[in-house]
Nanobody, 116 residues
């Protein structure tokens, strides 16, 4: 059974930083592209960034470019999202999943709240 467990969220002031982690199990992690997604209240879940299986290729949506960095450690079956210069509009529940996503493998996510 594929499982993703997110951690590292919290309350941070505008301009602050957070590092999210995603622990994956139940699949050959290094062979799969992975993604970070987020869902703000009232909005649909959206892709934020994705990374190739080997970690060489990355993609970011425009609104996080230059602020967020996606990375992975295949030896630990773990993916990360380093977030800097956080804005109130980054407030959301952040999820990880394969890219493209596995529909029935969504975890609980980790809440990120950016507020003064």
């Amino acid at each position: 059974q594929v499982r993703f467990v997110e951690s590292g969220g919290g309350l941070v002031q505008p301009g602050g930083s957070l590092r999210l982690s995603c622990a994956a199990s139940g699949m050959p992690f290094s062979l799969n592209h992975m993604g970070w997604y987020r869902q703000a209240p009232g909005n649909q879940r959206e892709l934020v960034a994705r990374i190739s299986g080997g970690g060489v290729s990355t993609y970011y949506v425009d609104f996080v470019k230059g602020r967020f960095t996606i990375s992975r450690d295949n030896a630990k079956n773990t993916m990360y999202l380093q977030m800097h210069s956080l804005k109130p509009e980054d407030t959301a529940v952040y999820y990880c999943n394969r890219y493209p996503d596995i529909a029935d493998a969504w975890g609980q996510g980790t809440q990120v709240t950016v507020s003064s």
